[in-house]
Nanobody
C-alpha cells in the first residue's frame, strides 16, 4: 500500500492551498480518510476527517477555512485550505484506513509566511 500526498508549498497569510492524497495497492475496506498535521512545537493533531458515509469533522482551529472531500473510486482525499494563517504552518499527513488497519503518507510541507 502506498499513500502519496501532494499540493504543499509556501503561501502568504490569507492564501489558499489544495492538498491531495491518493492511496494505491490492496487497501481493503476504507472507512475513514483523514488529514493530520504536525506544527512546530506541537504534537501531531487531526485537522479534518471524512467517513465513508460522507460525514466530515474539522478541528476547531480550521473550521470555516478548510474543507475535506473524497473520491472513493480513486481512494483519494482532498483538503482545501483557505485563509491560511502562519499557525497553519507544518507537515500535513494523509491517513486512510479502517479501525485496526490504517495507512500513512510521508507528509507534505505547508508554510504560511509573509
Amino acid at each position: 500500500v502506498e499513500i502519496v500526498e501532494s499540493g504543499g508549498g509556501s503561501v502568504q497569510p490569507g492564501g489558499s492551498l489544495r492538498l491531495s492524497c491518493v492511496a494505491s495497492g490492496t487497501l481493503g475496506l476504507i472507512t475513514f480518510r483523514r488529514w493530520y498535521r504536525r506544527t512546530p512545537g506541537k504534537r501531531r493533531e487531526i485537522v479534518a476527517g471524512l467517513s465513508s458515509g460522507g460525514t466530515t469533522m474539522f478541528a476547531e482551529s480550521v473550521k470555516s477555512r478548510f474543507n475535506i472531500s473524497g473520491d472513493n473510486t480513486k481512494n483519494m482525499v482532498v483538503l482545501e485550505m483557505n485563509n491560511l494563517k502562519p499557525e497553519d504552518t507544518g507537515t500535513y499527513y494523509c491517513n486512510q484506513g479502517r479501525m485496526g488497519r490504517d495507512y500513512w503518507g510521508q507528509g507534505t510541507q505547508v508554510t504560511v509566511s509573509s
